[in-house]
């Protein structure tokens, strides 16, 4: 069964804390994904990675970073979180092609006070 | 730029009824149309795809979708709802040469006893 785990289902953080978010995939996929979901809004892209140390900014990429030292590990880190970084984080891996399924964790519920 | 339209944010419906959520994308040379399921406090998991070939997909839970290229539509229906179906469905689009997947902005759909 295939899986992909993230360290947390739900984070309270103060304001200019360093955030990290882990995701980790059995699948051994090239492809990894950060979403943010947000009510209304659906899924945003924040960053995505290709392969190890690769990466690309997704969508709204503005106030994290992100880190890819091992093909099955994809770190979310928000620098200094804020209150306007409270949302639901969902990591995704995908095999190589663009028709490939993507397989979502669980989300991780951040709240930032 | 590429979008993928979601005309209803909630669908409320009595269980056996049918239902149909709606969903638009832009135009586009190829395109791959997928339909993903958040079960309550669950990540997204694939309920079917189009990829090529025969316009009309089916889920292994009794949905259906309907590829129309002429209206650049991709509506999932069921003939007759479960409370279990109660979920947030998503409508998401890829296509060839983009490592990006494009969600639209989700439909609740709840279902009444």
């Known amino acids: 069964d295939v899986k992909v785990t993230q360290s947390s289902r739900y984070l309270v953080k103060r304001t200019g804390e360093k955030v990290f978010l882990e995701c980790v995939q059995d699948m051994d996929h090239e492809n990894m994904f950060w979403y943010r979901q947000d009510p209304g809004l659906g899924l945003r892209l924040i960053y995505f990675?290709?392969?190890?140390?690769?990466?690309e900014k997704g969508d709204i990429p503005e106030g994290y970073s992100v880190s890819r030292e091992k093909k099955e590990r994809f770190s979310l880190i928000l620098e200094s979180a804020s209150t306007n970084q409270t949302s639901m984080y969902l990591c995704?891996?995908?095999?190589?092609?663009?028709?490939?399924?993507?397989?979502f964790g669980p989300g991780t519920r951040l709240t930032v006070l | 730029a590429q979008s993928v339209t979601q005309l209803d944010s909630q669908v409320p419906v009595f269980e056996e009824a049918p239902v149909e959520l709606r969903c638009n994308y832009s135009?586009?040379?190829?395109?791959?149309l997928f339909w993903y399921v958040q079960y309550p406090n669950q990540g997204l998991q694939l309920l079917l795809k189009y990829l090529s070939g025969s316009t009309l997909v089916e889920s292994i839970n009794g949905f259906e979708a309907e590829f129309n290229k002429s209206q650049t539509s991709f509506h999932l229906r069921k003939p007759s709802v479960h409370i279990s179906d109660t979920a947030e469905y998503f409508c998401a689009r890829s296509y060839t040469g983009g490592f990006k997947t494009i969600f639209g902005a989700g439909t609740r759909l709840f279902v009444k006893a």
């Open positions: 990675s290709y392969d190890v140390k690769m990466k």
């Open positions: 995704a891996s995908r095999g190589q092609t663009d028709t490939d399924t993507q397989y």
């Open positions: 135009s586009s040379v190829s395109v791959y």
